[in-house]
Each structure stands twice: as structure tokens, then as C-alpha cells.
């Protein structure tokens, strides 16, 4: 039996637990609801019994825990500064909770920036050393990789693009600014536009749909409707500004969308590259490629393996 290690990623739907070996793959994997309660001491107990059937099912004791967690923290040891899905996380000792009742060393990590390491690891952004991870989920998510390395900050921001700014008078935003990248790309987003230009085509057979969701426009879109093809090319052009700009700021060699309104890729992908190139310096722009993301839900499992295996078991080199 090859080592493995345990790879969780916590959602505020689902709670998911793999095990991982060091080439990536996933040796099994289970998952339940995400438990709601006061603290953390729910997560930690449903956390404590998927990893039980992974070990029960790889019939070994795994290196350590890598989490995934949709939080802002110190990554270093584990302290949870807030959790907008989760907010009963904020502050708790989470990773000391999961250490004590797994009886594994664990590493937390934000899980946008987990599935922007995933993808640097073993998906689209493996080839290259600096990456710019954006997921168009229910929010707007996302993690820098320079040089190699996840930049967080010390406060543990770094990468949250979604909460920049693209639109000053634009619709107030859940982090208390305005007009973030997350009110005009996320698949949130994508619904309310297409409720807001309602008045100017009347005649959508989205409105046709009861509480329409965010793949019912992409599908409208693909089928070729004005309006929900109007809403992803504005989703493209506010992502493709936010991208200029970080595209001079940090001189990525590639940049890396997944999501589930990733799905709208051929009715915002145009409109992207159309404000890069006008509003990115040449080189830069030329250098960075874009890609879809390739590990999809597992980008987040897979980085939280990697972060495992570097920090207590280091992986040998390819
Ligand atoms: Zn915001």
C-alpha cells in the first residue's frame, strides 16, 4: 500500500472526505450533508466518521488531514477569522477540534485557494509556474499561484477576487462593498441580470420558467436567446476588466476558470478576451492562456491532498 493521505472539502451543502495518494488519486471517497450547528463540533464528529470509512476502506493510517474550508484563516495554524457560508466557524478551533478527534496532524486551507493548487498540481494549470484561479460558483472564489506557491497574505485574503471592485454604484455586495466582481459573474449574478433587463426582452422564454436558475439562462443562451446571451457577455466583460488588471498586476502564465456557471464559457468567453486585449499591456496579455478548469469539484480535494502531503510527507518530485 502506497502512502495516502486524507483530502476533506467542506461546502455548505456537502461534506466530502477522500483518500488521496501521491499521484493524485483517489482512492475512495465519501460524503454527507454538512452538518449545521453552533460550533464546529458537528463537522468535526461527521468529518471523524467519512475518514473512518476511508481508513476502514484503504485498510491503512493515512500521513495527515488537508481541509478545505470556505473561510479566511491563517493557514499557518489554522485559526478561522470568518466564515461568510459558514459563520459558526468563525473563530473556532477547527483544526485543533479535527486533531484531536482524528487523531491525524491536519492543515486547513480556503478552499478556492485548495482548488487553485489542485489545478496547479494535476489540472490546467499544471505546466506553468503562476496561475490566477477564478470559480464562478454561488460567489465568485479565487486563488493566485506565483512562483509555485499559493499567495494568502497575511491576513489570509489574498485571492479573494471576487470581492474586487468592477462597477462603484453597482448592487451592494454580501462583504459590504458595492459593484464586486461576484454581483456580475457569479451564478447568483447571472440570475438577477437577466431578471433586471426583464423590460428589454419581454418576450425571453426564460421567463417562460419557474424560478429560473442560473443553467437555465446558459441553456436559453446556447439556444439562442438575446437577452440570456446578453447577460453572459456582460458576466464576460466584467470578469475579462477584473482580469486585465490583475493580468498587469501579477503576470500570470495562465489563468484558470472552473465553476458551475463556468458552463457559460462560449457566451462569455469572447467578451473576456475583447477587455483583456484592450485593457491589458500586450506581453502580458499574449502570455497569459486561458483555460477552463479540468478537476471540476475535485480541484478543492485534490489541493487539500497536496497541502497534506507537502507539509507532512513530502511528495517526490514527477
Ligand atoms: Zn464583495
Redesign the pocket.
Known amino acids: 500500500m502506497d502512502d495516502f493521505v486524507l483530502a476533506g472539502d467542506l461546502g455548505g451543502t456537502n461534506l466530502r472526505i477522500a483518500a488521496v495518494d501521491r499521484q493524485g488519486r483517489l482512492l475512495c471517497r465519501a460524503e454527507v450533508s454538512t452538518p449545521r450547528y453552533t460550533d464546529e463540533t458537528k463537522i468535526v464528529e461527521a468529518a471523524r466518521g467519512l475518514a473512518d470509512q476511508c481508513r476502514a476502506q484503504v485498510g491503512a493510517k493515512p500521513i495527515a488531514l488537508g481541509f478545505a474550508i470556505p473561510a479566511i484563516m491563517d493557514a499557518e495554524d489554522g485559526r478561522i477569522f470568518r466564515s461568510p457560508n459558514l459563520p459558526e466557524l468563525g473563530g473556532t478551533p477547527l483544526a485543533a477540534s479535527l486533531e484531536a478527534n482524528l487523531g491525524l496532524d491536519v492543515v486547513l486551507e480556503n478552499d478556492a485557494n485548495a482548488a487553485a493548487i489542485g489545478e496547479h498540481w494535476l489540472g490546467s494549470s499544471s505546466d506553468f509556474a503562476s496561475s490566477i484561479f477564478v470559480t464562478l460558483g454561488t460567489g465568485v472564489g479565487g486563488g493566485i499561484i506565483l512562483d509555485g506557491k499559493p499567495l494568502r497574505g497575511p491576513d489570509g485574503t489574498a485571492g479573494e477576487i ?2 474586487m471592485c468592477v462597477e462603484p454604484s453597482g448592487p451592494p ?3 459590504g ?1 458595492n459593484g ?1 466582481l ?1 454581483q456580475f459573474a457569479s451564478a447568483t449574478a447571472i440570475v438577477r441580470m437577466a431578471n433586471e433587463l426583464r423590460n428589454e426582452f419581454p418576450d425571453s422564454p426564460i421567463f417562460g420558467i419557474d424560478n429560473f436558475a442560473a443553467r437555465d439562462v446558459f441553456q436559453c443562451g446556447i439556444d439562442g436567446d438575446l437577452l440570456c446571451r446578453e447577460v453572459f457577455r456582460r458576466a464576460g466583460m466584467y470578469l475579462g476588466v477584473l482580469l486585465a488588471g490583475l493580468i498587469n498586476a501579477v503576470n500570470p502564465d495562465a489563468i484558470v476558470i472552473g465553476g458551475g456557471a463556468a458552463d457559460g464559457w462560449d457566451l462569455f468567453i469572447d467578451a473576456l478576451r475583447t477587455e483583456i486585449t484592450k485593457r491589458a499591456f500586450p506581453e502580458p496579455a499574449e502570455r497569459a492562456r486561458i483555460f477552463r478548469a479540468s478537476l471540476g469539484s475535485d480541484a478543492g480535494i485534490i489541493g487539500a491532498a497536496h497541502l497534506a502531503f507537502s507539509r507532512y510527507g513530502p511528495i517526490r518530485p514527477a
Open positions: 471576487g470581492h455586495c454580501g462583504c462593498s464586486c461576484e
